[in-house]
């Protein structure tokens, strides 16, 4: 019987990931944890706090449960982290090292750990960005990305590990905050229509970048790590695509159902680091390898 241990798992993917991770497994066989208790007192499920810097207690989690996989989806995302580099390093590159090394000591059957569209810089190809091509980012997230990836793929072939992670784009979901995410604002801005009726938008009107709804990168998680480990040729991480807009397009659908609803655009530093990430993306390497059933709702 599988046990699964999600770390980071009140965040944006976690808190949508853990409860369909908890229809498979029974909300016994997965154990959420983060460096932070939940809002409330009635979690739905086990929930346990976790520094994932903290190398020993992440195994005798592991040891304690039983642990047979790992979703490690703790990090400083891309805005947070351009305010503390440092910290974006520990927690992004020395948790990750952690896991993976408890993960190989304790024969852990499978670990999954998000990558991002960030991996890719202004010398990237901006339109249907291949799954290989020049990665070369300027943003500390996008470092440790990059990094993180070539950490998995040696993981994969040095010790015969099996790590599998997906090039996530902007995910746009309604069951979290916003959690310091350049393309955070996707969220954000229908938070705000409904409390305020405003929103101060930090990137300019026409700046389209590649997104997901919420429960298509659920889905495209569990399919990843429920595919045959022999059809998965990408030992570091799959581009995943969904649909590209901008902000004005966001909002001229929210204006539909809002008439009311104010927008202003006052780019800041999340600007530059948008900038510098693709248009669109190729994900044909992911729909080529999961056995041709892999497509995401949201296209079309």
């Not at 497994?25 to 809002?39: E, F, K, L, M």
Request: aromatic share 10%; hydrophobic share 40%; proline share 6%.
């Amino acid at each position: 019987m599988d046990h699964i241990l999600v770390t980071g798992s009140l965040g944006q993917l976690g808190s949508e990931l853990v409860p369909a991770l908890q229809v498979k497994y029974g909300r016994i066989g997965v154990i959420a944890t983060d460096n932070h208790p939940p809002a409330g007192d009635d979690y739905p499920g086990q929930f346990h706090l976790l520094d994932v810097l903290n190398k020993a207690a992440i195994q005798e989690t592991i040891e304690k449960y039983q642990i047979t996989q790992i979703y490690h989806l703790a990090a400083i995302l891309s805005a947070n982290a351009e305010k503390n580099p440092a910290l974006a390093w520990r927690i992004n590159m020395d948790g990750l090292l952690n896991v993976l090394e408890i993960a190989r000591e304790a024969g852990i059957s499978k670990v999954f750990w998000p990558s991002s569209i960030a991996v890719f810089g202004p010398d990237s190809p901006k339109t249907h960005t291949p799954q290989n091509t020049l990665m070369n980012p300027n943003t500390i997230y996008g470092i440790t990305k990059v990094a993180g990836e070539k950490l998995c793929a040696y993981y994969n072939e040095k010790f015969d590990m099996d790590i599998r992670s997906l090039r996530y784009p902007g995910l746009v979901g309604y069951k979290s905050l916003p959690g310091g995410g350049t393309t955070d604002y996707a969220v954000e801005i229908y938070h705000q229509a409904a409390r305020s009726g405003s929103f101060t938008c930090p990137l300019a009107e026409n700046t389209a970048l590649p997104m997901m709804y919420m429960p298509d990168a659920v889905r495209a998680t569990l399919e990843l790590m429920a595919a045959d480990k022999k059809s998965l040729c990408v030992k570091t991480s799959y581009n995943l695509a969904g649909i590209s807009f901008a902000p004005k397009e966001i909002y001229a659908a929210i204006v539909r159902h809002c008439p009311d609803f104010m927008i202003a655009y006052s780019p800041d530093f999340r600007q530059q680091i948008a900038a510098s990430w693709p248009d669109s993306i190729d994900d044909s390497a992911a729909q080529k390898d999961w056995n041709g059933k892999w497509r995401t709702i949201s296209k079309g």
